[in-house]
């Protein structure tokens, strides 16, 4: 049978742009729906990741600048910085990245087309666009790449004024003097640390017992220590918010109250200038037809996929934030790519259950692999290895001395079985060691080969040597753990 395309690709987010390249080099006719009018990227380019890390890369510069500098240190960014300076970084990135887009599109004869697609039978999408015309459209294949959106949150409304959400933020007419972030995840840190940057008073209100509990323990307590330096209060087990206006204070307050609570139940306010409400996302999968040919969806609504990213159905797939964990864009990328190969009978590896994770907090978290609870929980013998960046060089000199690099290896075969880092471009370095793990490598590697210097990655000889002796003051013979295997 005759289709108009070999792909239709509904969303143009990370999983959707990928699947479209790919499919390009195959040689197979694309389609690409796209809701927004102005817009490609989904949250990717336009609301959530490019532009949060580029207000967040603003911030960092301004830091290191302040540090530098023992007079500047003390003072507060907004009495030198105006937001809307911040913001014009960030539009200038976000309109280069749109028009990259376009002319990626462009230039791989990939077609698209601006409307709200859905799925009306096995075969046929129908677009509907802006002006209310309805297109249908014959397909071999369907990609789903929809993305999600936030869970409204219970008790207050945003109002994308005093209360914002992750978009409305990015759209502030000034640097808030105070601000509370009420969220439990990633992103509750990556905006807290960058506004705390800016000049801003910062309070956390985390509605669960441990703030991002995943991370490795000695990294937790780096954050805290971080989090104090910056004067960040975390308030954990949070509940009941409520949120009004004193307009006789001129101010905004959050009342909460916590869980288990010797007051019991005392209320607890915070005045602040503004909220930001960064609660849980769900999946963009409402009226997209799904049920019109049998996709399976989980009780939150997240598409059901295999290992290759296929639905329910032979012929469709879904990557990204559709199909919940891990919802990363490095991640979507490569899910993307995936469901193409698999599409066409192109023979391609799946991607690991290693991956990379990384917060673009102020300073940066990331990690792969097991933490050092993990290991022990599966009864495996490890050590660990550890080294601070303020006995890093390259810590010193640019005065980034806050900060842990630490492996987690088999203590008889010192092979690497997880890297945990805060600090300067932790986001970067956790590459290095991930590509060791990837080749069942062991510390040894950054003992036995040159790293440049001065470097943050010195940290991981530093480490590796930190570990190196103390599996010897174990009672293994030093010269055996340095000889080649």
Not at 209 to 237: C, G, R
Not at 427 to 456: C, E, K, W
Not at 463 to 480: P, Q
Request: aromatic content about 10%; glycine content about 8%.
């Amino acid at each position: 049978m005759k289709y108009d395309y070999d792909v239709i690709i509904i969303g143009s987010g990370p999983a959707g742009f990928s699947c479209a390249m790919q499919s390009s080099k195959f040689d197979k006719k694309v389609l690409v729906v796209e809701a927004s009018e102005d817009t490609f990227g989904g949250t990717w380019i336009n609301s959530g990741t490019i532009p949060s890390k580029a207000l967040r890369e603003t911030a960092r510069i301004i830091q290191r600048f302040q540090n530098q500098f023992e007079d500047l240190a003390k003072e507060k960014a907004y009495e030198h910085h105006q937001m809307a300076d911040l913001l014009l970084y960030k539009n200038k990135i976000l309109r280069s990245k749109n028009d990259k887009i376009e002319n990626d599109f462009r230039k791989n004869e990939i077609d698209t087309i601006r409307g709200f697609g859905k799925i009306k039978d096995d075969h046929t999408v129908a677009v509907e666009t802006s002006e209310g015309e309805t297109k249908e459209f014959t397909t071999e294949f369907v990609m789903l790449s929809t993305g999600s959106k936030p869970i409204k949150p219970k008790g207050f409304k945003v109002d994308h004024d005093k209360i914002m959400d992750y978009t409305s933020v990015l759209s502030l007419s000034h640097i808030p003097r105070r601000l509370v972030v009420i969220g439990s995840g990633v992103r509750a840190l990556e905006y807290a640390t960058t506004f705390s940057n800016l000049g801003s008073r910062v309070s956390i209100l985390n509605e669960y017992d441990s703030f991002l509990p995943f991370l490795d323990h000695e990294i937790t307590d780096q954050l805290k220590t971080v989090l104090e330096k910056q004067k960040i209060e975390v308030f954990s087990n949070a509940e009941k918010i409520e949120i009004k206006q004193n307009t006789l204070r001129n101010t905004t307050e959050v009342k909460y109250q916590l869980r288990n609570d010797k007051e019991n139940g005392r209320a607890h306010v915070i005045e602040t200038e503004h909220v930001l409400y960064l609660g849980g996302k769900q999946p963009n999968t409402e009226n997209l037809g799904l049920k019109n040919v049998g996709v399976n969806t989980d009780k939150e609504g997240y598409v059901k996929v295999d290992e290759d990213f296929k639905t329910s159905v032979s012929h469709l797939y879904a990557g990204g934030d559709v199909i919940g964990y891990p919802a990363m864009a490095s991640s979507s990328f490569s899910e993307g790519r995936i469901a193409s190969c698999h599409m066409f009978g192109i023979e391609a590896d799946n991607v690991t259950t290693d991956i990379p994770f990384a917060i673009y907090s102020i300073p940066e978290i990331a990690d792969i692999g097991l933490t050092e609870q993990e290991a022990r929980e599966r009864n495996l013998d490890v050590t660990v290895g550890r080294a601070y960046y303020q006995n890093i060089t390259q810590g010193d000199i640019s005065k980034q001395e806050d900060g842990l690099l630490k492996l987690v290896f088999e203590t008889d075969t010192l092979k690497l079985l997880g890297i945990h880092i805060i600090g300067e471009r932790a986001s970067d370095l956790i590459h290095l060691g991930q590509s060791v793990m990837a080749f069942g490598g062991d510390i040894r590697y950054f003992i036995n080969h040159v790293l440049n210097y001065p470097t943050y990655s010195e940290a991981y000889r530093i480490a590796a040597f930190n570990g190196m002796n103390r599996v010897y003051k174990a009672g293994v013979k030093y010269k055996k753990i340095l000889k080649k295997s």
